[in-house]
């Protein structure tokens, strides 16, 4: 209070420009490559403020982590009414999913290639994102589950597992779609909904894929 | 040679129980945690006789994911029989995938989780085995379309897209198993199945999901 001193700007708003700054440049020259002084450039300031309000390349890079896991958790969020239809819910999600990440290249970039490939602590940041979105597409699958009435046994291990596949599968779509020219949100939406609703929604309708009677031999 | 003194065992051998030891510790630990001292031990031999033959922790790092890259990928094709309906070499696959990534847990460790967490030269060795299963899967789904006859002109795009997505559902799908109790190769495989066979299977059949006509206003 009062002990700091007045800027032109106050620190929390330099502090979002460092952020969008990192979060660019760790993006697209990923952690080890990327220099604090073309941080500090290209959000205009010095490179001793960048250090004395983020501390460290370490401290930066999880701030980084941290504010867009939460930013695309809240964006999902955002995109889903519960008072929809199960598959509806699906599509919303989706698509606010696959806006986001579109919108925000670097940013899952960082999330999803950066965090994972630069050590422990990082990569925990991101698994703690990962478990609050498999445990939503969790709680949506049971949902619809039981919506559809008809599969009232469906095992919660079955259910955990069909939202690790459908986590899995958004997460590749992401990386793929971010890096393949022409493929929209929409399009990238659409094309898991085809591949996954359909398969749930007869999952839901006790219409499962039927396994050929006899397991192979395991050798 | 003749230059290189010979041992009990041939280097070959040796080598192979040093890269056993590595990816047990290396799973089990994670790369920067595990010793050399430790992967010494375990393989029965000499710390000095570990550098002689791997050159050094990265270089025995990355002769790790090349073998374990190299033995997935030579699993999953194994298990294919080309000859087949798709639904049912994709059945195969993934059975395949599941059993070799269940029976080698601390291999899978290394490289869906360490290889990704420890830097950009080991993400690409593990980026090229991934391009390869991703087209392997890619041509499937199109002789499966071809197969369908119902499908047509399901666009390239499409087909990329899906099998980015059966892949990273896999992916997904496999660590998850690893880390759950009483989840079996074939139950995993089902789940993937039930997930996105039907799913595709509906594609292929002209029966796509119907996504709701209007576009969410995207601000």
């Keep these: 209070?009062?002990?700091?001193?007045?800027?032109?700007?106050?620190?929390?708003v330099r502090e979002q420009q460092m952020l969008d700054a990192a979060v660019e440049i760790f993006g697209r020259r990923g952690y080890m490559a990327a220099s604090m002084d073309e941080i500090a450039e290209l959000a205009g300031v010095s490179k001793p403020l960048v250090y004395l309000y983020l501390n460290s390349k370490e401290d930066l890079f999880t701030a980084c982590i941290r504010r867009e896991a939460k930013a695309l958790v809240e964006a999902v969020r955002a995109g889903?009414?519960?008072?929809?239809?199960?598959?509806?819910?699906?599509?919303?999600?989706?698509?606010?999913?696959?806006a986001h990440t579109g919108q925000h290249p670097h940013a899952w970039s960082v999330l999803h290639l950066q965090?994972?490939?630069?050590?422990?602590p990082f990569a925990a940041e991101v698994a703690a994102m990962r478990a609050e979105i498999v445990a939503f597409v969790t709680?949506?699958?049971?949902?619809?589950?039981?919506?559809?009435?008809?599969?009232?046994?469906?095992?919660?291990h079955e259910v955990a597992g069909l939202a690790e596949a459908l986590v899995g599968a958004a997460e590749?779509?992401?990386?793929?779609?971010?890096?393949?020219?022409?493929?929209?949100?929409?399009?990238?939406?659409?094309?898991?909904?085809?591949?996954?609703?359909?398969?749930?929604?007869?999952?839901?309708?006790?219409?499962p894929w039927t396994a050929p009677p006899e397991p192979q031999p395991l050798t």
Tied chains: 1, 2.
């Design 139 to 156: 709680q949506l699958i049971a949902v619809a589950a039981r919506e559809a009435h008809r599969a009232p046994d469906l095992p919660e």
């Design 80 to 98: 889903v009414h519960t008072d929809l239809p199960a598959d509806r819910q699906l599509w919303d999600g989706l698509q606010a999913f696959f």
């Design 1 to 12: 209070m009062g002990a700091v001193k007045t800027k032109r700007m106050p620190r929390a």
């Design 172 to 207: 590749s779509l992401a990386a793929w779609a971010n890096t393949t020219e022409g493929v929209s949100a929409r399009q990238a939406a659409a094309t898991l909904m085809n591949f996954a609703w359909a398969g749930l929604g007869n999952l839901m309708g006790g219409r």
């Design 115 to 120: 965090a994972r490939t630069h050590g422990e």
